[in-house]
């Protein structure tokens, strides 16, 4: 009997033991509970905070600009060269003078001081809650600071009976909050395939976040829901005319089959100042686009063909007082005219600009957004050339802009020694795949870049020169008796001959290889294609990209 007794006296505190040890963790002692802890939506985040919770006794709630560039905006700003701090999102932005103690969010001006401690800045969060579209709340009784994003879905219940908010889904868990009935809670949400047998991950109103029992909440209901935006699909042709030009003089008769968006080269950046080319002939072009139901996305060019532009380009952009004017400008002159958005078409940049670039995309884009105008901008493919294709950051663009527009063109230039197609079909799809896996680029902000011209390329001796051909002209230069053969990898017809002792050579583009191109849209759900451009194309090209696109 003895033994058995011992036996059992042995068993009964092993089970003891092994209770405590899985009740133990429920009752650890909380790591953040003398710290201001930051609550983000669902999560707890404070042992993963870069710096810490300022609260000043005016109520303004600080956090260090890491954390803000962690959670909320990696794209947030220090210049050096004024001091200050700049915040984009949403519409709008936010720059702290540090000199000053300021902060103007679009326009207005408000006293707003940064705080420096510990080799850190700390940003007044709750004075920019707009520009996030977030709500900062602190709950002195639990030292805790909320943060709940305002565009993100919101699901609620409420308390059947009095209850308690458990540490983990079990009745032994130590309680993180005590509720009565009727008390408002947050689902946290993508419960659908957690077993949380019979519990529910929940969020109260003072920023604790643990289980209540299922049988203890009302039936979930949706307070807010995501916006979800739906998308058409892009056929854009742009309407190229120098600064010394003027638009197409349209009449009513002019329809542009196939085409949702024009992009004419109204706008020139020129040693700093923003130029326009707009005049009679661009306002009547712009009404015979609306009357036509396309969008106006007006071009702004920089095209650095020298040294001395290029160093002038970068002197401007490299300057955040700089890149505000010709913004500010461009602000005006799209709601002065009207228009639906912006083409941005930079070309031949330094590539030490490559960040001042995408600083100038990243402020450019609230302003356009503010007034719901579209911000596009071509860029080349990453093809290694420094001031070509080196001089943009395509994922920090990519993410910033509505559209990224794929100067899928050319793979040579004319000015090459080798002749070659000037957008083959497997260059062409390998540039998109390098775009959506390498450059990280969401395949839906990516249009197409398709070419309505062509190289006619031709060799003497040792000597290659290449002459651009429109697409409507093709014809013109092939030999009735030349044999034409079809290339599968380019997917273009290619033409040789022989002329006055020369050897002529000619990747073709016409309906056969467009069509082929256009097929990458749909295989790599991309936003639509542009095409470059209107006046060069055959007669019934824009009848098959509107099969292809818009159908």
Not at 26 to 48: A, F, G, M, S
Not at 305 to 324: A, G, L, T
Request: glycine share 4%; charged share 30%.
């Amino acid at each position: 009997m003895k033994t058995i007794r011992n036996i059992i006296l042995v068993m009964l505190f092993g089970a003891m033991i092994s209770f405590c040890l899985y009740i133990a963790p429920n009752y650890k002692k909380d790591k953040n509970e003398n710290l201001t802890n930051l609550v983000i939506n669902y999560t707890n985040v404070t042992e993963k905070m870069k710096g810490e919770v300022i609260i000043e006794d005016d109520g303004t709630i600080y956090i260090s600009k890491e954390d803000i560039e962690n959670y909320y905006d990696k794209y947030i700003y220090y210049d050096k060269q004024y001091n200050y701090i700049i915040a984009t999102a949403n519409g709008k932005k936010a720059c702290f003078s540090i000199n000053d103690e300021t902060l103007e969010i679009n326009g207005n001006k408000t006293k707003s001081k940064i705080i420096q401690k510990n080799d850190k800045y700390y940003i007044p969060i709750s004075k920019i809650e707009d520009v996030y579209n977030i709500n900062v709340k602190y709950v002195k009784e639990y030292n805790t600071v909320i943060i709940e994003s305002l565009d993100k879905k919101l699901e609620t219940a409420k308390t059947t009976k009095s209850t308690t908010v458990k540490y983990k889904n079990t009745e032994f868990s130590k309680s993180l909050e005590k509720l009565d009935k009727d008390t408002k809670v947050s689902i946290v949400p993508n419960q659908e395939n957690k077993d949380y047998k019979g519990w529910v991950l929940v969020k109260t109103a003072n920023g604790k976040i643990g289980y209540i029992k299922n049988e203890n909440l009302t039936k979930p209901i949706v307070e807010r829901a995501e916006t979800i935006t739906k998308t058409k699909k892009i056929s854009l042709v742009w309407e190229f005319f120098s600064e010394y030009g003027k638009a197409p003089k349209n009449n009513e008769t002019v329809k542009y089959d196939g085409v949702n968006v024009v992009s004419p080269s109204f706008f020139h950046i020129e040693y700093g100042k923003l130029k326009e080319n707009v005049g009679t002939e661009g306002i009547n072009y712009i009404k015979w686009a609306k009357s036509n139901n396309y969008e106006v996305w007006a071009m702004v060019q920089g095209i650095n063909n020298s040294q001395e532009k290029r160093e002038e380009f970068s002197k401007w952009i490299n300057d955040y007082k700089k890149r505000e004017q010709i913004i500010n400008q461009i602000v005006s002159y799209v709601q002065n005219y009207n228009l639906d958005g912006i083409n941005i078409d930079f070309e031949n940049i330094n590539e030490s600009d490559k960040n001042a670039v995408s600083r100038f995309i990243i402020e450019l884009k609230p302003a356009l957004q503010n007034i719901g105008a579209i911000l596009s901008v071509d860029v080349t493919v990453p093809d290694g050339d420094p001031n070509w294709s080196l001089c943009f950051d395509r994922n920090v663009i990519g993410d910033v802009s509505d559209y990224l527009v794929v100067m899928t063109y050319d793979k040579v230039q004319k000015t090459s020694k080798t002749a070659d197609s000037t957008a083959p079909y497997y260059w062409v799809e390998n540039n998109i795949k390098k775009f959506i896996g390498n450059e990280k680029v969401e395949s839906n902000k990516i249009i197409l870049g398709v070419p309505l011209y062509t190289t006619l390329w031709k060799t003497e001796g040792d000597v290659t020169k290449g002459s651009t051909i429109l697409m409507k002209n093709i014809e013109k230069y092939i030999p009735s008796d030349a044999e034409i053969q079809w290339l599968e990898d380019s997917k273009q017809q290619y033409v040789e001959y022989t002329k006055n002792g020369a050897t002529y050579k000619m990747w073709i583009e016409n309906e056969e290889s467009i069509s082929q191109k256009l097929e990458l849209v749909d295989k790599y759900n991309l936003a639509g294609a542009a095409f470059w451009q209107k006046g060069y194309e055959s007669n019934n090209i824009f009848n098959l990209i509107k099969q292809k696109l818009l159908e």
